[in-house]
């Protein structure tokens, strides 16, 4: 055996010796947290001011077609815990760029801005969102994560001229999600 590799041989028995003390508790043992999702407190984190609103959010229904935009009006700076429908009933504004995976939820939204900006979507899911203005998506001009434990679990930017636009909400696990637009600050 050469001397060089005595170190690593040692190295790779002593990790094995740990894997296998942790591998052995009881079976009854809780499973460990995925290392992506932290353990999070009773208590959601504290929210950047300008999503402050999160934590008071109230119940909309979302539209299924573009008639029904008329009754679900969101406001920037106002969070909405939305209703959504089975993605087969729903008839977007403008299809989908992405498709939906069979069994999930979506609808839409009607969002008014008054003034030019980039504004940012917050969500409490991983769902897909277009966002339509003058019948063509809006591409995207950022992603990202909410704070851990905050109940966010992705934002979405996008830039936006004053006027009426549509929220679609594409493909989400649940027939519920939380939905939060505000300005960028």
């Known amino acids: 055996m050469r001397a060089s590799s005595l170190p690593f041989r040692r190295l790779a028995a002593s990790a ?8 052995a508790g009881s079976a009854f043992a809780q499973p460990m947290a995925p290392s992506s999702a932290p353990a999070c407190p009773a208590t959601p984190a504290a929210l950047p001011p300008a999503f402050a609103a ?10 299924t ?5 008329a009754m679900t009006k969101i406001a920037p700076g106002e969070a909405e815990a939305l209703t959504l429908h089975p993605m087969a009933e729903v008839h977007y504004a403008l299809p989908p760029q ?22 940012r979507v ?12 003058a019948g063509a998506a809006l591409p995207t001009t950022a992603h990202g994560h909410g704070p ?4 966010i679990r992705k934002i979405i930017d996008f830039a936006l001229q004053p006027g ?9 696990a649940t027939s519920t999600i939380t939905v939060l637009v505000v300005p960028q600050g």
């Not at 498709?99 to 030019?116: R, W």
């Open 16 to 23: 094995l010796a740990v894997l296998a003390a942790s591998s």
């Open 148 to 151: 851990d434990c905050s109940g």
């Open 65 to 69: 077609d573009r008639p029904g935009l």
């Open 54 to 63: 999160w934590s008071n959010a109230t119940t909309l229904e979302s539209a």
């Open 122 to 133: 917050a969500l409490s899911s991983a769902a897909w969102v277009d966002l339509v203005s």
């Open 164 to 172: 009426d636009h549509v929220v679609q909400i594409v493909g989400n």
């Open 98 to 119: 992405k498709p939906a995976a069979p069994g999930t939820f979506g609808g839409m939204v009607a969002l008014h801005v008054t003034t030019a900006g980039t504004y």
